[in-house]
């Protein structure tokens, strides 16, 4: 059987009297391309920031057999060398070139001579099959989509475990989104990470995940794979998966 | 991880991570090896081999590692990094060109000023004069409290310094005449401008900075509204307002905290001190302050602007920006009063 990575048990997440999350509980395993699923405001990016410990919870979040809420400071930095994390925006620093993005977080980690760490760099950026000539490239000097492989670049730099994606493809167009698709299953094949990503897109849902969760209402609806969630008895998935942009997606994909 | 050395050939064993690679680098300067031997690692990450890669040595691999490596080989360029690299002389003729420049834009910005301030002049439906009402309030009626009580300080530092030395001469009546013509000629309207300076021009420009790095200037314009009429007007239009209303309170402010310290310190009463301030002052004294005031309000105003829009889209540049746009106008301020020095002079005011 497959060890599970991420292991949330009865977690809680209130901003003050409000309750955002509440009785959560997901399975992640190893190796494996996870969808948080939900509507918009639902809780999806507190799950996943409760998870990347920028959100104080309660409850028991387990990474790779270690209790997030109770480890100390030293296993904590060390959790957080194992991940990846690329947000909505891409979040590249603007002052910034890309080379100089990505070369951030080894030379905050190491003190390497320049010139390893640049062949670092550039092994990175190719990997997630940008040129060489972003590298003197300031963020906004790149498109949208290379914006995001960037940012996808720098999250893989220290080789993490486990890597989290706040909406990977929402404003590329469809060929992008593919290519992004694409490198993400590749990445996760070839050196074995395991991918939690935030995804409103259909294509990517049954296209590259294996397993996913819904959250509505503050819980977890439900858990499984992508057809076990299709065919869940919610009013909102149905309006997702059959509603008018649901149905167009399964009417072009009988075609 | 742990290095063993072996008829020239490196066996690494545990943990083979970009933490690592200090470490083996310092190691294979010192010794003579042919391979390196991997295959007893526990983990493996990518950053490890690249570096493994650019020593050329002979890998031995398990089969487990192949793939890996495989991927990073793919992956790995083996062309030299381009960078841009500049001399000296390049830095200083790029920078004289990049000051020449910033000069002659804000000429350009003036020019535009003057031809689309005619056109609002033509139009005046197009004033919006909601937003000139909210931005005295911000920037005028708001500095009110920090502005009186500069005044007030300075006014009562200058009698003060004063009272020593008139104090031996007996001439304890002629601090009236001190506070009051340097308040109302210099000090009042240079108080303002600089305190302006700070607070309005390094606001205006960040304000039209960041609606131009997130694209709500194009938004404007894709509209059919002219930028000028919202960012540029209402906010010249508004320090022409609160500046000569600020310098009357900072000149009121000023010569009654000269009032106080001559009360305390030389012993002159109000009484006196006011039937003095007739003599000491005419309304020449107070027009000589007064007719800076447009020249400084229209200059923090449009550097600030102007500073704004020459803003790139990073997060650095709206920095600069501030830091340019309060230090030129403090400058232009200050400049301004010198030439105006000198104007009054010729003009016997």
Known sequence: MVRNIIKVRNLKVSYGNRVVLDEININIKEREIYTILGKS?????????????LEKSKGIIEVMGMDLNKAN??????????????????????SLTIGENLA???????????????????????????DDYVFDLYPYELSGGMRKKAALARALVLDPK??????????????????????????????????????????????????????????????GSPYDIMHQDDEWLKKLFFGDRGKKFTQWNQR | MRLELE??????????????????????????????????AETLDTSFIVYLLRTNKKLIISEKQKQLIKIVKENLKNRPLEIRKTGFFYDVGFSTIDKLKRLYYF?????EIFIKGLELILNPKRVRFKMIVKDVELMGFNAIPILATISFLIGAVIAYHGAIRLKQFGANIFVVDLVSVSVLRELGPLIVAILLAGRSASSYTTQIGIMKVTEEID?????????????????????????????????????????????????VTLRDFILRLHHAISIKTFLAGILKAPAFAFLIATIGSFEGFRTQKNVESIGESVTISVVDSIFAVIIADAIFSVIFRWLGI
């Open chain 1, 104 to 130: 951030v977080p080894l030379k905050e980690n190491t003190n390497l001579n320049n010139d390893i760490v640049f062949d670092i760099v550039r092994f990175k950026l190719s990997l997630v099959g940008l």
């Open chain 1, 162 to 223: 486990i890597i989290f994606l706040d909406e990977p493809t929402s404003g590329l167009d469809p060929v992008s989104a593919d290519d992004f698709d694409r490198t993400i299953v590749e990445l996760n094949k070839l050196l074995g990470i395991t991918v939690i990503m935030i995804t409103h897109d259909l294509d990517s849902f049954f296209g590259i995940s294996n397993r996913a969760c819904v959250i509505r209402d503050k819980k977890v609806l439900a858990e």
């Open chain 2, 107 to 111: 000429l350009v910005f003036l020019g």
């Open chain 2, 219 to 267: 938004v404007i314009k894709t509209m059919g509204v002219e930028p000028f009429d919202v960012l540029v007007f209402p906010k010249i239009i508004s320090m022409l307002i609160s500046v000569p209303l600020l310098i009357i309170l900072a000149d009121v402010s000023g010569v009654i905290g000269g009032m106080v310290v001559a009360k305390m310190s030389l012993g």
């Open chain 2, 7 to 40: 008829d020239k050939r490196i066996k690494l064993f545990g943990n083979l991570t970009y933490r690592e690679i200090k470490e083996i680098d310092r190691y294979i300067k010192k010794v003579i090896f042919n391979e390196i031997d991997l295959s007893n």
């Open chain 1, 73 to 94: 400071r030293e296993e904590r930095e060390r959790i957080k060398r194992a991940y990846g994390v690329m947000f909505q925006a891409a979040s590249l620093f603007t």
């Open chain 1, 41 to 53: 405001g639902s809780g999806k990016t507190t799950l996943m920031r409760a998870i990347l410990m």
